[in-house]
């Protein structure tokens, strides 16, 4: 805990390239996933297939995925990000695909009747209906991510996890207590923030 106190500028530092790693993983995560879930949803015998192999995936050891990938693109961040965009496409294309799947029958026979398109059904009424179930699973990967990237300073990703490493590799209790300690507010926070969002859009719905 006197690590953070002592040295809170390396502490803000490796806080800061934790949450650009997590973000930009999401962000990401989320151009893929988008689609997907669409797809996933549109047509149930391809989105079987898709949950599945997103499934396995998902399934695979972080440690193992990270040593896999880093035989293929080095060290480095940008392996840390194809690693944190694939473990989080299970998740995301699931709430996606499910919360479209929610929306009743009822609201989507008026938005024919209306005389939307499907491209606009989806944007104007589908979307809106099924974000309450997108910004949890958002929120879900999110949270995920944050652990995840913890894993990944393994690999000179950088973030709140090198300093786990470091206090492992140095025998210094203290810095391994203020990387784990960083991590899990920022966990909470993200939680948090989320989730108030994901009561907001349910309150809209």
């Not at 029958?105 to 491209?119: I, Q, S």
């Not at 899990?184 to 994901?198: M, P, S």
């Amino acid at each position: 805990m006197s690590f953070i106190f002592r040295h809170p500028d390396i502490v803000a530092a490796r806080f800061g390239e934790h949450v650009l790693l997590t973000a930009v993983s999401l962000a990401i995560a989320l151009a893929i996933a988008f689609p997907l879930g669409v797809l996933t949803a549109r047509n149930p015998r391809l989105g079987a297939i898709t949950l599945g192999v997103l499934n396995v995936i998902y399934t695979i050891p972080s440690l193992a995925l990270l040593a896999i990938l880093v035989a293929i693109f080095g060290l480095g961040m940008p392996t840390a990000i194809v690693a944190l965009v694939a473990y989080a496409q299970m998740i995301l294309v699931r709430n996606v695909a499910t919360g479209l799947l929610g929306v009743s029958p009822a609201a989507l026979d008026a938005a024919d009747g209306l005389g939307y398109t499907r491209f606009g059904r989806l944007i104007h009424i589908e979307l809106p209906l099924a974000l309450p179930a997108i910004v949890g699973g958002i929120r879900i990967a999110t949270v995920s991510l944050i652990g995840i990237a913890t894993v990944a300073a393994w690999i000179d990703a950088g973030g709140l996890g090198a300093l786990v490493f470091e206090g492992l590799h140095q025998d210094d209790p203290d810095k391994i207590v203020a990387g784990s300690l960083a991590a899990i507010v920022l966990a909470l926070v993200a939680d948090g923030v989320l989730r108030v969002a994901e009561r907001w859009t349910a309150s809209r719905a």
